[in-house]
């Protein structure tokens, strides 16, 4: 995975302008949908990943010529969606958007219960976003490093909050908690918002949420952040360290969002919806709209996003396995 520079928000616009994902002309034998696009979203309205979605919507109905339409179908930690996107015809009028839980970290928690096989039920499409995801904490905890990691050791059965078993969110509080040797105690929610409201109240102490998404509330000082997990910090937040630089290089990963088609996709159909997304997120408004957010777009096609869906199963395994994360 080819990851951006920590650059100015000018330096990155001029940069992803200038790389080489550009989409093909479409060609008069290419496909071309003829009814309107679903895509069935599994988490929450009002979410990052909501809102990101919504402007891709916006972006690819032009360039397909056909309605995009975004449908809930929330709930069991984004399987409800996956799932109805398993049983549905592979001829690209039916999509879906998915975080990692549902596609990586779900199947390896509920094995046999999962009502789909996540490696054979789809056609990874493209991935839209990374992100960095932040910890944050109440006024109440302290937030520099050296300070919060001690707190934590003097408080090992910290509650903190995720936006549902399985996430990236709650993974990297199980990463924290596996790496300090401690006992912190997951509290998932339906939704980011959830937990942050739980989290300025004083009702939990600690939640981890994608940066953007947090960003809002740091501004306006209603919690801390503590550090993000991406290699690099965040343009967003320059002040705000890395999990590296406070001596937890394990906890270092990024959240992400990817479209998925059922299997059995046509090539044809699949290179034509992923030149249309290519195109919608090398726009210099949709840029500068997603960095505005902390996050960078990923773009690609259908064998490179397979390849790093692999590469993140082999990753989360080993961490669940040692850590013996379970999904009840």
Known sequence: ???LPTIGRRGLLAGLLAAPLLPRPAAAGDWQPDRPIRVFRGFAPGSMGDAVMHRIADGLAPRLGQPVVIESRAGAGGNIAMDALAKSAPDGHTLA????????????????RMPYDAERAFTPLFRISEQPLVA?????VPATGADFIAWLRRNPDTAFGSVGIGSTHHLVGATLSHT????????PYRGSSLAMTDLVAGRIPLSFDVL?????????G???AVAVTTERRSPLFPDVPTFAEIGLPQVTTSSWFGLFAPAGLPPDVARRLTDALNAVIREP?????LTGLGATPVGGDSAAFSAFLTAERIRWRALIEA??????
């Open 1 to 3: 995975m080819t990851r």
């Open 97 to 112: 958007l998915s975080p990692m839980g549902p596609v990586v970290t779900n199947p390896i928690l509920m094995g046999a």
């Open 136 to 140: 944050i904490v109440h006024a109440s």
């Open 180 to 187: 300090l040797g401690l006992h912190l105690r997951h509290v």
């Open 212 to 220: 953007g998404g947090a960003a809002g509330a740091i501004r306006d």
């Open 222 to 224: 209603q919690v801390q």
């Open 285 to 289: 408004v949709f840029v500068e709209w």
């Open 323 to 328: 850590a013996g994360i379970t999904r009840d």
